[in-house]
């Protein structure tokens, strides 16, 4: 049986590609042509014994590429099959089979159908397939049905234009779809670029401040061992000096104003998130008053700080240093709101919130509260900034001095604390926030006499004493030594463990700080264990007790003193040690 050709029209070189490798592996002859001209062209050369044309092709289209091939009088009986995804209405295919077509099959088809199709349009074709060597065929040109010759061109001009017309209506309805899509999808793209940036810039807040903190950190170390320094000193000289003596007096004043920069320590240590929260039973009246002088130097001299105090204020219970942070961030967003000369206020009082003024707090709860209120005559700020003023990195101000984290942080630990704040705010007439911090309701500690610790005994042990900071080992020399112990010292674990070799009694007791450079306390304490059996130990540092576990070291329980520490605490810390029957465990994981 002779293999049957068919010739294959089609723009797309996939489409061309599936059809051609389906008839040639069942055995068809394939030729093919990209367009309607090309088509004509090849047919005429060779003949074939089939036709599948697409109906969208450039130069000619398929309407017109059948329309010409049944006019064509070498043409025109051999079958003629439409295959396309785009003209796929009812109307369409009428019109395609007006035309002369033999089957209008639409995209895509499954390919044992589509060659049962095939097969089944050229047996029906049968004897009428034109041969090259034939005689001529005298069977008329199809026409459009129900038309004369007269009227056939015209009706196929009109059916034509409106089978165009519906099609590009179709495709404009894609493209305004398309469009319409695109559109959302570059809304979505620069969303999304936006947010990225957003992120970006928090990002790079975010290590920004990480890296402050840990500058912080270090900072408030180095600050503590200086502090415990002018502490020991302080009270050494205080032991030595009578009480009539107006160096006496002096010495007082050094050794407060240590203590009290001990807060600014715990402050800085609190930025950078090495200071625990401790809660504590605090009247916020006291914690305001010894706050003044600080937030008058903080803001300047050219704004009024004015404090309204109500006698009798309720308790609250929360860490003082967060009180601390919410008062400084409030006081300095206030002062960033005024422009050269103005007033900020604080005020506080008990208030009681019933059901009616909850309703202006979202998770509100009735009952007694104490009110902090801040106010400003600054700028001031619409609706606009007052729904995102809570917000992390979110600020009005430009410029790197500005993180956009200090209402974020006052509004976190109000909420950490069970309390309520709220910002009230308009354009030009300055700003108030409030925020309610629940009353403490519980037993209030009463301030117990005690009776002086008796003084701490004489020694007559041997203490190796090892810190890195020169000026505390001197200093804590000194202190162990008026008590009589003798006192062998070194800067670094090293020259320790040498010390300790060469030292032909026995130690009882290391004294040593946590983390130092080289080997940290605890591995020179195993170590020196293993020359002094029974050794008994004493770990200090200036850093807290959240810092150290982030260092892989454990918190020795116990013996253990965070510094600055006094004369006294070290006095009786080592007496407590020594006298203690409990041996020396030293694990890395404990």
């Known amino acids: ?87 796929t209405h009812d109307s369409d295919r009428e019109f395609a089979l007006g035309l002369g077509a033999e089957r209008f099959i639409v995209k895509p088809e499954e390919p044992d ?3 049962t199709i095939i097969r089944e349009t050229l047996q029906q074709n049968g004897k009428k397939s034109l041969a090259t ?40 309805e894609q493209l305004e779809r398309a469009n319409r899509k695109l559109k959302l999808e570059l809304i979505e793209r620069e969303r999304g670029e936006a947010e990225r940036k957003k992120l970006q810039e928090q990002l790079t807040q975010a290590q920004k401040l990480d890296s402050i903190g840990r500058l912080a950190g270090g900072v408030a170390h180095d600050f503590n ?10 009270e050494m000289a205080l032991d030595k000096i009578d009480s009539a003596n107006p160096l006496h007096a002096d010495l007082v004043e050094i050794q407060n ?25 605090i009247d916020l009246n006291v914690t305001i008053k010894g706050m003044l002088k600080m ?27 967060q009180f601390d942070q919410i008062l400084i961030n409030l006081c300095v967003n206030a002062r960033q709101a005024i422009a050269g000369v103005g007033k900020v206020a604080i005020e506080t009082c008990n208030a009681v919130l019933d ?41 009005t101000k430009g410029g790197c001095n500005n993180t956009g984290l200090g209402l974020a942080t006052v509004y976190g630990i109000v909420k950490q604390n069970n309390g309520l704040i709220k910002a009230y705010s308009e354009p030009s007439k300055g700003t108030t926030f409030k925020i309610h911090l629940p009353r403490y309701t519980g037993e209030l500690l009463q301030q117990k006499k005690f009776a002086p610790a008796p003084p701490a005994r004489q020694g007559h042990e041997t203490i190796l004493l090892v810190e890195d900071e020169p000026a505390i080992l001197v200093m804590l020399k000194k202190i162990l030594e008026r008590l009589d112990y003798r006192v062998l010292t070194a800067e670094r674990p090293e020259e320790a463990m040498r010390l300790a070799e060469k030292h032909t009694g026995k ?59 006094s004369g006294k605490d070290l006095a009786n810390k080592v007496q407590a040690v020594l006298e203690s029957q409990t041996e020396p465990v030293f694990r890395a994981d404990i």
């Not at 061992?225 to 302080?234: E, Y």
């Not at 001990?262 to 039973?281: G, K």
């Not at 004015?306 to 204020?313: N, V």
């Open 1 to 87: 049986m002779k293999t049957a050709r068919i010739l294959i029209a089609d723009d797309k070189e996939e489409n061309l590609y599936l059809l051609r490798a389906l008839l040639q592996g069942h055995g068809f002859e394939v030729l093919e042509a990209c367009h309607g001209a090309e088509a004509l062209e090849r047919a005429r050369l060779n003949p074939p014994n089939l036709i599948i044309a697409d109906i969208l092709m450039p130069v000619m289209d398929g309407f017109a590429l059948c329309r010409e091939w049944k006019r064509d009088a070498t043409l025109k009986m051999i079958p003629f099959i439409f295959y396309t995804a785009t003209y």
């Open 113 to 115: 159908t589509l060659l």
């Open 133 to 172: 060597n034939g005689p001529a065929d005298d069977t008329p040109t199809p026409r459009l049905i129900g038309k004369t010759p007269e009227q056939d061109g015209s009706c196929f001009l009109k059916q034509y234009n409106t089978a165009l017309v519906r099609k590009l209506e179709s495709k404009m």
């Open 225 to 234: 061992n200086m502090l415990h320094v002018i502490l020991g000193f302080a």
């Open 257 to 281: 104003a240590a203590k009290r920069s001990t807060s600014l320590t715990r402050q800085l240590l609190t930025f950078a998130r090495r200071q625990p929260c401790v809660a504590e039973v």
């Open 295 to 321: 937030l008058r130097s903080l803001i300047g001299e050219d704004v009024d700080l004015s404090w309204r105090a109500q006698a009798g204020l309720w308790p609250v219970e929360m860490d003082p240093s």
């Open 355 to 395: 059901e009616a003024h909850c309703a202006a707090f979202q998770e509100a709860a009735p009952g007694d509260y104490v009110l902090l209120t801040v106010s400003d005559n600054g700028c001031g700020m619409g609706k606009d900034v007052l729904d995102h003023l809570f917000e992390p990195f979110f600020t």
């Open 507 to 565: 130690i009882q007791l290391l004294i040593t700080d946590l983390v130092m450079p080289e080997m940290n306390g605890l591995d020179l304490a195993q170590q020196l264990s293993a020359l002094n059996r029974g050794l008994k130990c004493l770990f200090m540092s200036g850093y807290t007790t959240t810092f150290i576990p982030q260092q892989g070291l454990p918190i020795p329980s116990g013996n253990f003193l965070q510094k600055p520490f």
